[in-house]
Every structure is written in structure tokens, then in C-alpha cells.
């Protein structure tokens, strides 16, 4: 697993999902684990690139594809020189993380359900934070903003186990805490142009308990 994702850009999402995965987030978005029987990310990273591997790419260009941006000719899923699944939402869309794109610092890919790619140049976190304050962050027309606080539920472990959903801050907080550089003693998102893990998984402590 941290062969495959490699470390730096993804530091952060390894971050959250050990403290948190496998979890739904605000009632779409699924975040996996590598260590867990049932939701297991390792698992899913595999079906995932050998379904996409199946799929025969036209040589002309398609909407958002990949191919450009990594510089290859043909594209790859499951490995450091490709796409690599990272998430996904109910909605059929599907996160990507490319470690070679963004000129070789890293970058994100999502799948919209209709085989279009979008390439965000940024770290999970950051994708993340727009996500959940209703951003386009899937495509065009792909925001899922809805009002009240941002809900976790834990993925069940058995087909007979039903998680109760966790409520925690309105996504208007995630909003004012990326905006307003004039909060006191607290990171920022982004602080120095750094978008800080510690900043979100300090938020969703508060709210939803500290990561075990």
C-alpha cells in the first residue's frame, strides 16, 4: 500500500484515513481502509484498475484525459505511473491520485461516472475542503453542497451492523476556517499556502472525537 501510493502528497489522506476510514462522508463520499476486512482500500484499488484496465482508450484525446498531463501514451491504473483509485462517492464518481502528474509533484483525477476526467492540481486536503463547502470539486455540475453540519457514518464491518450517522460542524465552518486568515491560534486552511491536515483533523476532533 505505501509502495503504491508513495509518501509525501499523500501524507494527508493517509492521515485521515487512519484516524477515520473507513467512513462515508456528508452521505456520498466513501474513504476505505488498507487494514479492514470489508471496505478494504488494497482491495479496491485492485478491481478498480483492472476493471479500468479492460477499457480501450481511443488514441484521440477525450474529455480531461490523462494522457496529456502525465506525458503517456497509453494510461495506466493501480501503479506510481498511473492513476491510482483513492476514493470514490455513491454517485459514481471516482478519486483518482496520479503521483506523477502535476509535473512530478502529484496530482488528483476524477472520474465523473460518465467517463470523463477532470484534474484538480491539488492535495486531498484541499480537494476535500472544497468538496464539502459545495464546490465543483467532481466536474462541472458535480457539487454536493447541501445545508446543516457535516455528517460521518462508519462503513459496517457485517451486513447486519447499521452505524449511526455523526453530526459535526456546519460545512460554513469549513468555509470561514479556509477564508478567514484572522482566527486566533489556529492553522489555516491554507496557511502559507499549505493546506494543513492537522487543521481539518483538528476540526473533525472536536466534532467527532479524537482518531483512535
Not at 494527508?12 to 470489508?38: C, Q, S, W
Not at 464539502?132 to 462541472?140: N, Y
Amino acid at each position: 500500500m505505501e509502495r503504491t501510493l508513495g509518501s509525501s502528497p499523500l501524507a494527508e489522506f493517509k492521515e485521515l484515513v487512519d484516524g477515520y476510514a473507513p467512513v462515508e462522508i456528508n452521505g456520498h463520499l466513501h474513504v476505505m481502509h488498507p487494514a479492514t476486512r470489508r471496505w478494504n482500500l488494497a482491495e479496491k484499488i485492485r478491481s478498480t484498475s483492472e476493471a479500468w484496465s479492460q477499457v480501450e482508450w481511443d488514441e484521440d484525446e477525450f474529455e480531461g484525459d490523462p494522457r496529456e498531463s502525465l506525458g503517456v501514451f497509453e494510461l495506466r491504473f493501480g501503479d506510481a505511473d498511473g492513476l491510482i483509485h483513492i476514493a470514490s462517492t455513491n454517485r459514481g464518481e471516482t478519486i483518482f491520485y496520479a503521483p506523477k502528474g502535476g509535473q512530478g509533484a502529484g496530482t488528483l483525477f476524477v472520474e465523473n461516472g460518465e467517463g470523463e476526467f477532470f484534474e484538480y492540481s491539488m492535495g486531498f486536503v484541499e480537494w476535500l475542503w472544497r468538496w464539502l463547502i459545495g464546490e465543483e470539486a467532481t466536474g462541472p455540475g458535480g457539487a454536493a453542497y447541501y445545508p446543516g453540519p457535516m455528517a460521518l457514518r462508519d462503513l459496517p464491518m457485517t451486513p447486519e451492523e447499521r452505524p449511526e450517522v455523526r453530526y459535526g460542524p456546519s460545512r460554513d465552518v469549513w468555509r470561514r476556517r479556509g477564508q478567514d486568515l484572522s482566527v486566533p491560534g489556529r492553522k489555516v486552511l491554507p496557511r502559507n499556502g499549505v493546506w494543513d491536515v492537522a487543521e481539518m483533523v483538528d476540526v473533525m476532533n472536536e466534532a467527532f472525537g479524537p482518531a483512535e
